[in-house]
């Protein structure tokens, strides 16, 4: 079931605070959303079921529709209902209806046992949810293998529920806390060996039984992976025994043999603990070097599915053994043909097989650089030689391609190819890029080789050349003319791949200017052939960027390049980077020369957007009929011309932005209600200002009108981050200040009222992330303006109500603002006037506002993502540099707060360390543990 969040309607929505439905409509919303072909119907009745189902009478609901057994659709509603309802709506019941709750979901599952498995797995997750969290209940094991284990019919279901059990414990859905975690974990591991005898059983009594030798295997990995195990008594048991038996038959069903592969990978990870594992992993790596000949009958067979398998038991293996390999190489556990069966999987003529086993080359050689250790590297060279080779054969394409086709950069075996140019970036100092980089030209030049190979080895050489050293003076000079020396007959493909050889070899052919001649007219032959003029583009902007010293000479040819991509075939992406390289180049050249140089790049791009903002032409997304597409490349050339102005001189940018400001003026107008237009022109203007900086004050007056007029009838939010970017640029300069603070107040004006709406912050995350960056600006360059204005207690009262904000961006702003708010005291090198301004603007914020900011703080970490507690740590760290003693005070009475409602999760003992350990920080980085360690406890 998928129910997705519609529109409201008055058929089925009654009043947010849902009175109990009778049965009967309930079946009703639920035949209109499984069997009525009306999509408002269906709509209608997904909105109300999703009400019901965060309503409180969800509890009785779904019991009741498991009880009627009407249909498969309505069994799984209520099993997907109960579910959710216990994972994260379980403090809704009070603690007397536990029990009750139990016994119900036990009757379900003994009464549904033969219903279709997606429903016995969600009752199951129910089941295993309430175990976790009803604490009274510490005989969960014990108590379901009595009840579903006595009989083959429920065996399956007892056996769904013990798979499901370990796996919800490591669910962080499932707000458990960490000493309840601690406590459960436990708690498995007492019951671990009566499950694992449980499973030998299974498999004994029923040894021809595929569906149930799957569940066990299933179980088993998910027991496994919880850690707490008896490792002597695993590694006798026939279970470690039993999947790898599975592997070795011919006629198994591939759900069970794909079962046995997870069971054994699960166990394979658990051994990378060589020293709590010993015993269990010297009997895996005994089994799995047996499964080598299965390996290679599968390859024989081509049966790619069991390779695929096979493989990643290899690569697990190899992977969880890696570190004790590297230390203790040619010993039992050491054992270095683990390598050779991964160099077979490599082999295999099917790249995804082969693709399966790249991470472990990627640790072995992160894990070898950090050694640095000569010797060692010398053992594991001659395995990556063999790799390389392996993997210039996967390079290689279908020989039938035509000839005059490129290959496809978007499908999957472009994917794999890349990944193999990341692979031999990470791996290619173990056998040195150059002579690698000189075999495959060899390769290349021996009479008859295909053209399918000639353009692998051209790909392989491509992903070397950023590693080759810039002063190679004795082959590349050689190699290059040749390389470049391509007949108009050549295949495409080997045609595009020089191309992107060509693009890694510009910093080496910086350094080698005589080879700029040759390589430009090389670019300039693949741009006038279009399947691979895109790709040529690319190497001209990588020409440009790494030479660009040198390029002023060619800047006309550039611009007539530009001028005549669109008619040359180019992608659109490869237009806006020759802008970028086009910018690149005139930020090396004489001033009097950047003028018309950026002058002649914009106004390609500007003529067709006036064009547009005269005409009436239909918008049509990427095409020429596209202002964002004029726009993206303006701002390519803004971004990338970085121009150094010395006291007393003019920009040569200044004259072109404001001839622009016109054209970016009418195409806001114009399409002001386009937000995709909208952001993008904003983005455009962006980088001009930036480009410019305190040139850009003459368009600065109608750009902020023309800003405020449109967010009033239209909330585009990218105007409130532009904003920030002028407040940046100008905030400092007193003349200005009084201007940008209306523009702010205009723009709180209307943005205010909507986020202080019930739903306001989550409903609008995108304009609390651009408004508080915008406050924030305010703060770092005119603080005494912006705490001076009436806006400012209303954007700080917005801003602790954000403290709990569910949004990455927007949280991350509102803290960054409300860390700047309290440093502003703290700042070096103030006047006396201005230290004490700040000084009683924040003490008095605090004084009004430090416990409620206090809890918003506790509360996020608590209740927030994990990744985002770093922003409001540093919140903390401000509000404690600023006032120690007090701030503790404030976190130790928020700290009590939020025990209060979950006291179960943290000790006394806990929370008196936690707040000991904060008040003695003496350092953010200290800071940081102490509240992930905090936020622990409560997850």
């Known amino acids: 079931l998928n129910l ?126 309430l175990a976790l969290q009803m604490s009274e209940w510490n005989t969960v094991v014990p108590d379901i293998i009595g009840r579903f284990g006595d009989s083959l019919s429920t065996v399956n279901v007892l056996l769904d529920i013990l798979i499901v059990l370990p796996e919800e414990l490591g669910n962080r859905a499932l707000r458990l806390g960490h000493n309840r975690r601690k406590e459960l974990r436990q708690l498995l591991g007492k019951s671990c060996a009566d499950v694992l005898s449980l499973l030998v059983l299974c498999l004994s009594s029923s040894p021809s039984n595929p569906d149930l030798h799957t569940r066990v295997y299933a179980c088993l990995g998910s027991w496994v992976q919880s850690g707490n195990f008896p490792v002597e008594e695993l590694a006798q048991s026939p279970l470690i025994a039993a999947p790898f038996q599975t592997l070795q038959l011919l006629e198994v069903p591939q759900k069970l043999y794909e079962a046995a592969t997870d069971s054994i990978c699960a166990t394979l990870f658990m051994c990378e603990d060589v020293t709590r594992y010993y015993p269990l992993a010297v009997t895996m790596k005994s089994h799995v070097q047996q499964l080598l000949p299965v390996y290679q009958a599968s390859v024989q067979s081509e049966d790619s599915d069991r390779a695929y398998c096979l493989c990643r038991i290899f690569t697990e293996m190899a992977e969880s ?16 043909r683990m390598f050779d069966h991964l160099l077979e999987c490599v082999a295999h003529p099917d790249y995804e097989v082969a693709d399966i086993t790249f991470n472990v080359w990627y640790r072995l050689s992160e894990e070898l650089l950090k050694l640095g250790d000569d010797p060692v590297l010398d053992v594991f060279k001659p395995y990556v030689q063999r790799l390389v080779s392996h993997i210039c054969v996967h390079c290689q394409l279908d020989e039938d391609t035509s000839a005059t086709t490129v290959p496809d950069e978007k499908d999957d075996f472009s994917d794999f190819r890349n990944s193999i140019v990341e692979l031999l970036r990470d791996v290619i100092f173990l056998v040195g890029s150059l002579g690698c980089f000189i075999e495959l030209y060899a390769n290349i030049c021996k009479p008859g080789t295909a053209w399918n190979v000639t353009e692998a080895c051209l790909f392989v050489m491509h992903a070397l050349a950023p590693s080759i050293r810039l002063d ?31 693009a890694d070899l510009a910093e080496w052919i910086n350094t080698h200017p005589d080879t700029l001649d040759l390589v430009l007219r090389f670019l300039l032959d693949g741009l006038r052939i279009p399947p691979v003029a895109t790709q040529a583009a690319k190497a001209v902007q990588s020409v440009c960027q790494k030479c660009k010293d040198k390029m002023a000479p060619h800047f006309d040819g550039l611009v007539q390049i530009i001028e005549a991509a669109d008619n040359l075939g180019i992608a659109n992406d490869a237009i806006v980077g020759l802008l970028k390289g086009a910018g690149d180049v005139l930020s090396e050249m004489p001033h009097d020369q950047i003028t018309p140089g950026v002058r002649s790049l914009c106004m390609l791009q500007a003529r067709p957007l006036k064009e547009l903002t005269q005409g009436s032409h239909s918008v049509q997304s990427g095409t020429s009929t596209d202002p964002s597409l004029w726009m993206d490349r303006l701002t390519a050339v803004f971004r990338a011309c970085q121009v150094e102005i010395k006291e007393g001189q003019q920009h040569p940018c200044q004259p072109v932005v404001e001839e622009l400001w016109p054209v970016m003026s009418e195409v806001c107008s114009k399409y002001q209600g386009d937000q995709r237009i909208i952001e993008r022109t904003c983005r455009c203007i962006r980088f001009m200002i930036r480009s410019i900086g305190k ?53 709180a004006e209307v943005s205010f009222p909507f986020l202080s709406g019930p739903t306001g912050l989550i409903n609008h995350p995108d304009t609390v992330d651009d408004m508080y960056r915008l406050c924030a600006r305010f703060l770092q360059r005119s603080p005494v303006v912006f705490l001076s204005a009436p806006v400012a207690p209303t954007a700080i009262q917005c801003a602790l109500a954000a403290c709990t904000l569910n949004h990455r961006d927007g949280f991350t702003s509102v803290m960054k603002f409300l860390r700047d708010l309290i440093h502003l005291p703290l700042e070096e090198g103030l006047s006396h006037t201005d230290a004490q301004f700040r000084l009683s603007a924040v003490q008095t914020f605090l004084t009004q506002n430090g416990q409620i900011l206090m809890d918003g703080l506790v509360t996020g970490f608590i209740n927030l993502p994990s990744f985002m507690i770093a922003e409001s740590t540093e919140v903390l760290w401000e509000l404690m540099r600023f006032a120690r003693e007090p701030a503790c005070q404030l976190l130790k009475t928020s700290m009590a707060m939020a025990s209060s409602s979950c006291s179960q999760k943290v000790t006394v003992e806990q929370q008196s360390a936690f707040l000991d350990s904060v008040a003695k920080c003496a350092e953010l980085d200290d800071l940081y543990p102490i509240i992930k360690d905090l936020a622990r406890l409560y997850r």
């Open 4 to 129: 997705r969040l519609f529109p409201r309607n008055a058929k089925y929505l009654s009043d947010r605070k849902m009175e109990r439905p009778a049965i009967e409509l309930v079946l009703q919303a639920l035949d209109a959303l499984y069997r009525n072909d009306d999509l408002v119907e269906k709509e209608k009745a997904s909105q109300w079921l999703m009400q019901l189902q965060a309503s409180v009478h969800a509890w009785e609901v779904a019991d009741q529709l498991l009880l009627l057994k009407r249909d498969m659709e309505t069994s799984y509603f209520a099993a997907q209902t109960m579910q959710s309802k216990v994972r994260f709506s379980f403090d809704e019941l009070p603690p007397e209806t536990h029990t009750a709750l139990r016994d119900s979901l036990l009757n379900h599952l003994h009464n549904l046992s033969d219903a279709p498995s997606p429903i016995v797995r969600q009752l199951a997750m129910a089941l295993a949810d």
């Open 321 to 336: 053994f890696l570190l004790y390999t590297i230390h203790h190489p040619n010993t039992e556990l050491g054992d270095l």
């Open 472 to 502: 190679e003076s004795e082959n590349l000079p050689i190699a290059v003319p040749v390389l470049l020396s391509i007949s108009p007959d050549t295949h495409y493909a080997i045609r595009a791949t020089t191309l992107k050889l060509v």
């Open 695 to 747: 040139f850009a004050a003459g368009i600065l007056s109608p750009l902020v009108t023309l800003m405020v007029s449109i967010y009033r009838s239209h909330h585009h939010s990218c105007f409130l981050y532009l904003g920030s970017i002028i407040v940046d640029e100008f905030g400092t300069q007193e003349p200005y200040q009084q201007g940008l603070l209306g523009m702010l107040q205009a723009f």
